[in-house]
T-cell receptor, first 116, second 116 residues
Framework: AQTVTQSQPEMSVQEAETVTLSCTYD???????LFWYKQPPSRQMILVIR??????QNATENRFSVNFQKAAKSFSLKISDSQLGDTAMYFC?????????????FGKGTHLIIQP | DTEVTQTPKHLVMGMTNKKSLKCEQH?????MYWYKQKAKKPPELMFV???????INESVPSRFSPECPNSSLLNLHLHALQPEDSALYLC???????????????FGPGTRLTVL
């Protein structure tokens, strides 16, 4: 079974700062998919970024980028120039090579607060 | 249209009531999911449908009964629920259950269920 660990229950930074959320996972699979989802107080879960394990290049989406270290089984999310709208719960998630057959395995989440 | 819709947004029901949650997507996705999310916790997978057939039932009590009438609709029928079933119920969809690009899950806004 896969496990996903997010060791930071809550983080708080000032607006415009850069923040990094950590995520580690455990799996015996070689190919898999990793995701970061954002859930604002309005509760809609939104996909922020995805990474395929067979790709060495780190994924980026505008101000969001990941540091994917496959050997270390680490998948951190960096948010640059943080904005008030980035305040949300952030979940790291794992998907097995079979795709969605087992759904997503989520970490416990990190509550990120952006202070004005 | 990249939206998953859920109705109702809020639902309050007694333990003897029968109610249904509804989820709809028009992205042509063939896999749909029900998740249960307690406050400040990650979503937990309940059911997975693939091509209108139940693929995964994560040992969910029979008081929860899923139904997939067609490829765009997913229902969750509720009967004789307990107060501990109060939670946010999230619906999600993906292209299918296979691996590869495009297998990310799109989530609806959820139904906030309170059982009295």
């Amino acid at each position: 079974a896969q496990t996903v660990t997010q060791s930071q229950p809550e983080m708080s930074v000032q607006e415009a700062e850069t923040v990094t959320l950590s995520c580690t996972y455990d799996t015996s699979e070689n190919n898999y998919y990793l995701f970061w989802y954002k859930q604002p107080p309005s509760r809609q879960m939104i996909l922020v970024i995805r990474q395929e394990a067979y790709k060495q290049q780190n994924a980026t989406e505008n101000r969001f980028s990941v540091n994917f270290q496959k050997a270390a089984k680490s998948f951190s999310l960096k948010i640059s120039d943080s904005q008030l709208g980035d305040t949300a719960m952030y979940f790291c998630a794992f998907m097995k090579p079979g795709g969605g057959a087992d759904g997503l395995t989520f970490g416990k989440g990190t509550h990120l607060i952006i202070q004005p | 249209d990249t939206e998953v819709t859920q109705t109702p947004k809020h639902l309050v029901m007694g333990m003897t009531n029968k109610k249904s949650l509804k989820c709809e997507q028009h992205m042509g996705h063939r896999a749909m999911y029900w998740y249960k999310q307690k406050a400040k916790k990650p979503p937990e997978l309940m059911f997975v449908y693939s091509y209108e057939k139940l693929s995964i039932n994560e040992s969910v009590p029979s008081r929860f009964s899923p139904e997939c009438p067609n490829s765009s609709l997913l229902n969750l029928h509720l009967h004789a629920l307990q107060p501990e079933d109060s939670a946010l119920y999230l619906c999600a969809s993906s292209q299918d259950l296979a691996s590869g690009r495009g297998n990310e899950q799109f989530f609806g806004p959820g139904t906030r269920l309170t059982v009295l």
